[in-house]
Antibody, heavy 122, light 106 residues
Framework: QEQLVQSGAEVKKPGASVKVSCKTSGYTFSDSFMHWVRQAPGQGLEWMGWIDPDRGGTNYAQKFQGRVTVTRDTSISTVYMELSRLTSDDSAVYYCARHLGQWPGVGAFDVWGQGTMLTVSS | DIQMTQSPSSLSASMGDRVTITCRAS??????LSWYQQKPGKAPKLLIY???SLQSGVPSRFSGSGSGTDFTLTISSLQPEDFATYFC?????????FGQGTKLEI
């Protein structure tokens, strides 16, 4: 079955960078865009950006422009999200989520990773 | 950015109740509205997409309606596993944005 498995929890100091991985299985990697969404403790969901795994094109929320980079490695069907210049406000659970159907379609996210908790603390 | 406002923020209900959650967009989003269920410590789960289409595997007691700016999620008869937080999401105009969530409690 379709599955997204993310890398484990991270603890980083302010100013550092973090790179989270999202390994896919059970479907054709290049067929579906992949999104990144984060959720601060007790808060709502915040969309960060997407990648087209086929062509490598990306789009990021303005809030994260210049700090976030989403990449992919097609040889291992894995997507990565790197966030730099971390502050305590970046402490959150980060999810990868698959775009439903072909792009652009209706835009829902039908398969989610289990989440990666990031703690930013000095 | 399009603001998504859910009401109520929290809701107490009992098993077997019919429950409705509302989501309002700050501008028209056609039918580009999805609903998700999230349980503590878990990832969100897609319930409804395109405002009223039931995601595969989701029980038929869940339904969605609306278009334009006003949308509803209805659970026809609450089951124990339905107590969770529900989020709406618009995907009409980037950036995709979510409502603040509705916590459904016993």
């Amino acid at each position: 079955q379709e599955q997204l498995v993310q890398s484990g929890a991270e603890v980083k100091k302010p100013g550092a960078s973090v790179k989270v991985s999202c390994k896919t299985s059970g479907y054709t990697f290049s067929d579906s865009f992949m999104h990144w969404v984060r959720q601060a403790p007790g808060q709502g969901l915040e969309w960060m950006g997407w990648i087209d795994p086929d062509r490598g094109g990306t789009n990021y929320a303005q809030k994260f422009q210049g700090r976030v980079t989403v990449t992919r490695d097609t040889s291992i069907s894995t997507v990565y999200m790197e966030l730099s210049r971390l502050t305590s406000d970046d402490s959150a659970v980060y999810y990868c989520a698959r775009h439903l159907g072909q792009w652009p379609g209706v835009g829902a996210f039908d398969v989610w990773g289990q989440g990666t908790m990031l703690t930013v603390s000095s | 950015d399009i603001q998504m406002t859910q009401s109520p923020s929290s809701l107490s209900a009992s098993m077997g109740d019919r429950v409705t959650i509302t989501c309002r967009a700050s501008q028209t989003i056609s039918s580009y509205l999805s609903w998700y269920q999230q349980k503590p410590g878990k990832a969100p789960k897609l319930l409804i997409y395109a405002a009223s289409s039931l995601q595969s595997g989701v029980p038929s007691r869940f339904s969605g309606s609306g278009s334009g700016t006003d949308f509803t999620l209805t659970i026809s008869s609450l089951q124990p596993e339905d107590f969770a937080t529900y989020f709406c999401q618009q995907t009409y105009i980037a950036p995709d944005t979510f409502g603040q969530g509705t916590k459904l409690e016993i």
